[in-house]
């Protein structure tokens, strides 16, 4: 099975902290993916890796960076936590499919800002 | 990528089948319906996916109609851990533009 592992289930935080939030894949998969889900907004995407060293913006990416430096690790990094960053972090790996590809999800990161 | 919508929610007893329908009539003819669930407090789950044949995995089926306007996924025994919320969707782009757009969902809730 496809394993999906981020380092913390729950996240307290203060205002101005960086925070690192870690995803790690153990399939071998090319992409990952940083969504946050909020209750009414469903999942946005903030940032997408293809490779390694490799990123794309998406939907939301402001406050955010990303780093992947080896292809099973993509971290999600609020460079000054603020706290309409509160929410559920999601992260995601996948392997190309007929169509869109098959997305595997982490439990998720539940980050409140203080 | 084509819009769906799904009932808000839904009830089913333990042991019967749940029928959970979806709405695309503007999908086109390329774009491939997925059906994802999310356990509350967990991310979501991959659960079955298809073109224009019907598909059976070890979780669920998978019936498109022939028009493919409409689908179904069905849970043919449902269990108390299958209450969760439902996403139907559809697309055919992968990479950074296959993110995927969840709706609402349908709510199912498998009660005793």
């Known amino acids: 099975d496809v394993k999906v592992t981020q380092s913390s289930r729950y996240l307290v935080k203060r205002t101005g902290e960086k925070v690192f939030l870690e995803c790690v894949q153990d399939?071998?998969?090319?992409?990952m993916f940083w969504y946050r889900q909020d209750p009414g907004l469903g999942l946005r995407l903030i940032y997408f890796s293809y490779d390694v060293k490799m990123k794309e913006k998406g939907d939301i990416p402001e406050g955010y960076s990303v780093s992947r430096e080896k292809k099973e690790r993509f971290s999600l990094i609020l460079e000054s936590a603020s706290t309409n960053q509160t929410s559920m972090y999601l992260c995601?790996?996948?392997?190309?499919?007929?169509?869109?590809?098959?997305?595997?999800f982490g439990a998720g990161t539940r980050l409140s800002v203080l | 990528d084509a819009k769906t919508t799904q009932p808000t929610s839904m009830d089913c007893a333990e042991g019967r089948a749940a029928n959970l329908p979806c709405n695309h009539s503007t999908i086109s003819g390329n774009e491939y319906v997925y059906w994802y669930r999310q356990i509350h407090s967990q991310g979501p789950q991959y659960i079955i996916h298809?073109?224009?044949n019907n598909e059976t995995n070890e979780m669920a089926s998978l019936i498109i109609t022939e028009d493919r306007k409409s689908s179904t996924l069905i849970l043919p025994h449902a269990t108390l851990r299958d209450t969760a919320v439902y996403y139907c969707i559809v697309g055919n782009y992968g990479g950074s533009q296959g993110n995927l757009i969840f709706g609402k969902g349908t709510k199912l809730s498998v009660k005793p």
């Open positions: 399939m071998d998969h090319e992409n």
């Open positions: 995601a790996s996948s392997v190309p499919g007929q169509g869109l590809d098959i997305q595997y």
């Open positions: 298809g073109l224009k």
